[in-house]
Every structure is written in C-alpha cells, then in structure tokens.
C-alpha cells in the first residue's frame, strides 16, 4: 500500500464516513484469562465514546511505511491452502457475524500472544462504496462508485491501571480523591486485511503495525499470518550502521556519512512528492555507487558487499528510512551531541588545526546560548 491508498481508508474512521458494521472485543489479563468479550455498533453508540475506538482504529494504520508500517505478502502458491489466510478471509465475509469463528481467532492470539499487561483485542468489519474517481484530474464522481471494499481491522492494546490521583469534582466543586482506573492505551500491534492497492482489495497481502520500531511481536505475526517479516526498523539501521564501520575503515569518514545521508534524503524527498509511490527501498549497489563517488577503495566497497549479503541477504533491499534518520543528522563525540536538520548538513565540517580534529559549525546568526542570544 502506497500513502495515498493509506490515507484514504483513514478517512474511514470518523463518525460521517464510515459503514462499520461490527466491533468485536477480547479483554485478556496477563495470565492470558479472557476477563471480557463484547459485540459493539457505532449506531446509537455516543459521539465521545465512538470517537475512541475510532482513534485506536486510526491509529493502527498511522506511523512510517518500513518502520511501524509493513506489508505483509501471502505466498501465492499456498494460499489457498494455508489456514491463516483461510481464517482471516471468514472473518471478512462473515462481517465478524460468525461467533465461533471470532472466537476462534481470539484464543488463537491469546495462545500465542505474550504481554506483560492486560490486553485489549478490537476488531471491525467496514465496507467501503470506493467512489470511481476521473482518470483524468483523479477526482470523485458523485454517485459512481468502482466496487465495495470490505476489510477488517485488529488493534491490540494494553490496557494499564493508573495510580489513585487527585482530581477535580465539577459538582462539588472541589478536588477528591479518584481510585485507580484501567485504561486502554494506543495500539502496540494491529493490521489490516486484505491491503488496499490502486483503490481496490488485494487478497495477497495485509498491512501489519508495530508501535515500537525495536520490536516486530514474531509471536503475534506467525500466528495471524504465519509469515516471515523483515528483522525490526531499529535493528535494520544498528546493524546497517555497524556494516559501514566495520568494512570502511579509515574510509568511514564524516564526509561519507554525509554523502550516504544526503543520497538518500533527496531520493526520500522525491519519493515524498509521489503520493502513489510505494515505500522507497534501496540495494547494496544503491549505496555503493554513493560510496564510490566519496573515493572510498575498490577493497573496501567488496568488503561492504560481502557483510550485506551475510547480514541482509543478497538480493535484499533496505527500506531508505531505515538506512539513515529522515528528521536529523546527529554528530556526537564522547562529551558533546550535535543534531542538525537533515536538509541542512552542509553546515557541518571536519577539520584538522594544529595537528587536532575540529568538527566546525557555520553559524552565522542566531546564535542561542542557554536561551539568550550571543554574538560571536
């Protein structure tokens, strides 16, 4: 799913726009015990209490593409064999009707599921009239209407008990004593089946959500989809990271980093501007021609090669925003860090003066020190 595609069924989940038909929910201790299960409409629900499942529903669908956004992708030749797909398919047809169906597949996560908190499973059927827009401008058409998308959607929440507090009492108008409460916190995983490609259902694949960038919850995806997905965001970028200063040595310059930086922020920026483009991905080959142009050896270039493929796998490609920080481009020595804005790294230099090494900031105005402007 590109961005486009993304937020158009975010649009869903808001009060006027959206023809959900069913919300079911498991409420799990942490010893995996069912304390809850419920069956929920938005109709006649109130406005403030809709609004909030709504939220968490959004919210599953929110984040970086590569990061907290993933494609999963069904094996063709096992499909129709497989029983995850098979399950997650009966829950979309039956529009979450089924009883032993849904609750199937809630035992099924809460057998496989590990969280140190209770949890909340929510789950809901909508289906969407995709409204046929002009080829020619990609504008709606009143009243025309391609064919009905219908889809589900899981969040799984913690659910955690605030602290006893003090609170304001508007009919008392005085401040008492509030007892602890369970809430349910935003989504920590969830997904959405099938995909939704070029404004139509895509039965091959499903978007998986994981909060924590560090953290894929294997358990929680072999379980729904029994599908391998790529090692998690952060350790994507350690390890990426690790590569380029093992195998480049003294090549592993500040003058490189920059270079690898600002190669991949202006083909994000690119990618950015292309709202139908899928989630940038890039190849050894992509980084090497970087580090070829900064006069880094022949040796060396081989050397990042040979701990690609070890590390990633030989025809893997990278998600760019896993190869270097889209927001920041940070410098740190052991006493000082330096963040600067990743489309301003020209401002930062190295520097050898009397035999030691300087890293020069340009600054030419608005200088700040602890809040108050200096003059240099």
């Not at 009492?169 to 509030?178: A, E, I, L, T, V």
């Not at 939704?196 to 091959?204: L, M, T």
């Not at 358990?219 to 200063?245: G, H, R, Y």
Request: a negative charge; aromatic letters at 8%; one cysteine or more.
């Amino acid at each position: 799913m590109n961005k486009k595609d993304i937020a158009e069924i975010k649009r869903r989940f808001n009060p006027e726009h959206n023809n959900i038909t069913c919300i079911r929910g498991c409420y799990v201790n942490n010893q995996g015990e069912v304390i809850s299960s419920f069956t929920r409409s938005l109709v006649g629900m109130a406005q403030e209490e809709a609004e909030k499942y709504l939220a968490i529903f959004k919210r599953t669908l929110s984040g970086t593409q590569g990061q907290n956004l993933i494609d999963i992708q069904f094996d063709p030749e096992r499909l129709m064999d497989s029983p995850e797909h098979q399950l997650l398919t009966a829950l979309k047809d039956e529009a979450l009707k089924n009883e032993d169906t849904v609750s199937y597949f809630f035992q099924q996560i809460i057998a496989n599921l590990h969280m140190e908190d209770h949890y909340l499973i929510l789950l809901m059927h909508d289906g969407y009239d995709v409204p046929y827009r002009s080829k020619e401008d990609d504008s709606k058409v009143a009243g025309m209407s391609d064919e009905v998308f219908h889809y589900i959607l899981c969040s799984v929440c913690p659910v955690k008990l605030t602290k006893p507090t003090l609170s304001y009492d508007p009919g008392q108008n005085d401040f008492r004593s509030k007892e602890s409460d369970w809430i349910v916190g935003a989504p920590e995983m969830g997904f959405l089946f099938p995909a939704f490609e070029e404004r139509a259902a895509n039965i091959y694949e499903a978007l998986y959500y994981t909060r924590d960038t560090a953290v894929n919850h294997d358990d929680f995806v072999n379980t729904v989809f029994q599908s391998e997905l790529p090692m998690p965001a952060d350790q994507q970028k350690e390890l990426f990271q690790a590569i380029l200063q093992e195998t480049l040595e003294e090549d592993c310059s500040m003058e490189v980093m920059q270079a690898v930086h600002d190669q991949v922020m202006e083909k994000l920026e690119e990618q950015k501007a292309d709202k139908h483009a899928e989630p940038l991905k890039l190849t050894k080959y992509d980084v090497t021609d970087v580090l070829a142009e900064c006069g880094v050896s022949t040796a060396h270039m081989q050397a990042f090669h040979d701990k690609y493929d070890e590390a990633f796998g030989e025809q893997a490609r990278i998600d760019a925003v896993n190869i270097t920080s889209p927001k920041q481009f940070e410098v740190k020595t052991p006493s000082v860090m330096i963040k600067i804005n990743s489309d301003r790294t020209d401002l930062v230099e190295t520097r050898v003066i009397d035999g030691h090494s300087y890293i020069l900031i340009r600054a030419d105005e608005g200088v700040e020190v602890n809040g108050v402007n200096v003059t240099i």
